[in-house]
């Protein structure tokens, strides 16, 4: 791997952090094993014990870094920006660059984070970008028409997170009537996001949505990808969510979203929205070229 | 259009799986010794059964085929989009005689795990790389999890079926980058499998 040419471009990104006011936090390498206790990504942990406190390496930016804010007496909007790498148990080591907003509630944030997302896009190599979005409540409003139990809620995310299409059309046959099955199932194979919206407000006439998330989601329909199958492996996301994928690359390259629930596991009410690049694939690019 | 890159199980789910992408003569590819083949849009890579996720986790190849059995026991970061509907089979526990399970000889031993964590089941689970029918006439353990087709196997190794898992069969899979960025390709071979299944064609 070509590590100053990964270098040049940590620099750049964190350039463009600065120029956005996000100040660096420094994360430990070793946090607390009870930060991560409400995700998923509890069971991937390396886990040390000193002096009879438990500790991890570092495995998710966002939790170690709401952790340490919510401790810190500071004024809302704070822009935070970090770098370096995540490691999970059977994973390849994740180098990392990312914000978070926190504190913002309003779509500002979103429009905040999505305008950043462009500036990174426009540092990397030419390359062909897809970008993708979903909002959260849909999913929580497709739960709710499937009338799943608790157990079956957490499988039935569980399938979401992995495509699994094949548990996901046997959940929704079994449980929908044939008109409103084809309806969810033509919004699993929506990708035009105008198209998703119209299914929405069929699938869930009565519900009233958030005309400035409607309006936002409309706008980028131009340039992003709706993809309601995208949701995320960690618990905490509650809003709108993005992923953008690069030629080249096996996994997402950017991935991110509004956590209002996160700072609630450290007992305060601070919303938050953020997202990082994993670094890694730009690695295997470089190599590639 | 772009090419999609199909990860093939070498072995016996090889033909079956080409008859679901064949627009054309099979003879010629079912009998290939080439590893990598170009087959109308496809480029066709045949890799080891157990290889095949690990092949679309990392974006070699854009989709493959492989057995859920392998999926399961694996948990590789793939998309899971269709049934293909082939290379039906179940997976089962077997003993030669009927009692108490002691401890499970298996080549899946994640699944092995899952079982005896929802049964509250606190055995010795073995690992073994074939030959799992063995286990038992060989007193390595007094309980088999594996694959059965036609229960012959167990039949010639006196072994009885005690309880059915799960049903198995051929998934497609598909790359988490690939389904985003071949999306169009990806959908028209979904659609073909499909078609293929109903017997269309």
């Known amino acids: ?289 | 259009m772009q090419k999609l890159t199909i990860a093939l199980p070498s072995g016996r789910l090889k033909e079956e799986c080409l008859s679901l992408i064949n627009q054309g003569n099979l003879a010629e590819l079912t009998n290939s010794r080439k590893l990598l083949n170009f087959y109308d849009e496809y480029r066709l890579i045949e890799v080891k059964p157990i290889d095949v996720p690990v092949y679309v986790e990392n974006g070699v190849a854009d989709c493959g085929f492989v057995g859920k059995d392998i999926l399961l026991e694996s948990n590789h970061e793939v998309y899971e989009l269709l049934d293909c509907q082939i290379g039906k089979c179940h997976l089962a526990l077997a003993q030669a005689e009927r009692g108490d399970i002691e401890s499970i000889a298996t080549k899946y031993v994640n699944i092995a795990k899952d079982y005896c964590l929802g049964n509250n089941l606190h055995i010795d689970i073995i690992k073994l790389n074939g030959s799992v029918e063995l286990a038992p006439a060989v007193g390595l353990a007094n309980t088999i999890l594996d694959i059965v087709s036609t229960g012959n196997t167990l039949r010639a190794n006196n072994l009885e079926e005690i309880e059915r898992i799960m049903d198995i069969s051929v998934r497609l899979i598909v790359n988490k980058a690939s389904f985003q960025i071949k999306r169009e390709e990806i959908d028209d071979l979904v659609k073909l499998i499909e078609y293929k299944e109903k017997g269309y064609a």
Not at chain 1, 180 to 188: D, Y
Not at chain 1, 277 to 287: E, F, H, K, P, Q
Request: proline residues 2%; negative net charge; glycine residues 6%.
């Open chain 1, 1 to 289: 791997m070509n590590i100053e040419s990964l270098r040049y471009y940590e620099q750049e990104l964190r350039k463009i952090n600065l120029e956005n006011m996000y100040i660096e936090e420094s994360i430990p390498l070793l946090t607390k094993v009870d930060i991560y206790q409400e995700s998923s990504i509890e069971r991937e942990l390396y886990k040390i014990i000193h002096e009879g406190e438990a500790l991890a390496l570092r495995a998710d930016f966002s939790m170690a870094l709401v952790d340490k804010v919510v401790r810190k007496n500071i004024e809302f909007p704070y822009r935070a920006a970090y770098y370096g790498e995540i490691y999970r148990l059977d994973k390849v080591n994740q180098w990392q660059v990312g914000v978070e907003l926190l504190g913002e509630s309003s779509i500002a944030g979103e429009r905040e984070m999505l305008k950043v997302i462009k500036k990174y896009i426009g540092i990397f190599p030419q390359e062909e970008y897809i970008p993708c979005i979903n909002y959260m409540p849909f999913i929580d409003l497709i739960i709710i028409k499937l009338n799943l139990t608790s157990k079956e809620v957490k499988l039935f995310k569980s399938n979401l997170v992995k495509h699994n299409y094949v548990k996901i059309k046997e959940v929704m046959k079994d449980k929908l009537s044939y008109e409103t099955f084809n309806l969810m199932w033509s919004l699993f194979n929506e990708r035009n996001i105008n198209k998703a919206l119209d299914l929405i407000e069929q699938l869930f006439p009565s519900e009233k949505f958030s005309s400035e998330i409607f309006a936002l989601l409309k706008e980028l329909s131009a340039d992003y990808y709706f993809d309601i199958g995208l949701v995320k492996n960690l618990n905490y996301y509650t809003g709108l969510v993005f992923e953008v994928y690069a030629k080249g690359s096996p996994q997402a390259i950017i991935t991110g979203g509004r956590y209002d629930n996160l700072a609630k596991q450290f007992g305060q009410n601070i919303s938050a929205i953020g997202f990082a690049v994993d670094m890694s694939w730009l690695g295997g690019y470089l190599c590639k070229s």
